[in-house]
Nanobody, 119 residues
Framework: QVQLVESGGGLVQPGGSLRLSCASS????????MGWYRQTPGKERELVAT???????NFADSAKGRFTISRDDAKNTVYLQMNSLKPEDTAVYYC?????????????WGQGTQVTVSS
């Protein structure tokens, strides 16, 4: 099972930027899809941005134009660069990885990192 460790969260003012990092215990090449979700109290976890199994990317509408997702294969790390942050971006951000073994999809989650956008 892949282990994921997030970092980079914190408190930022509206309009500011943060970069989240997600380090994988396994080579990213062995992971089918990897990306970021977020969750606020009382709401379901929602997609922010991911690398898809087809090699592309997928973004939530709220993230398009403001967030970018990137990867460093040598470091087995995926990043989420968040710019022009808004108070509604406040959430716990989780890294997710999906590995497919045979007919089984195995999801893994990081522990989450808090992002707070507030003046």
């Amino acid at each position: 099972q892949v282990q994921l460790v997030e970092s980079g969260g914190g408190l930022v003012q509206p309009g500011g930027s943060l970069r989240l990092s997600c380090a994988s215990s396994r080579s990213i090449f062995t992971i089918n899809a990897m990306g970021w979700y977020r969750q606020t109290p009382g709401k379901e976890r929602e997609l922010v941005a991911t690398f898809t199994s087809g090699g592309g990317t997928n973004f939530a509408d709220s993230a398009k134009g403001r967030f970018t997702i990137s990867r460093d294969d040598a470091k087995n790390t995926v990043y989420l660069q968040m710019n022009s942050l808004k108070p509604e971006d406040t959430a716990v951000y989780y890294c997710n990885a999906l590995t497919v073994v045979g007919n089984t999809v195995r999801p893994a989650w990081g522990q989450g990192t808090q992002v707070t956008v507030s003046s």
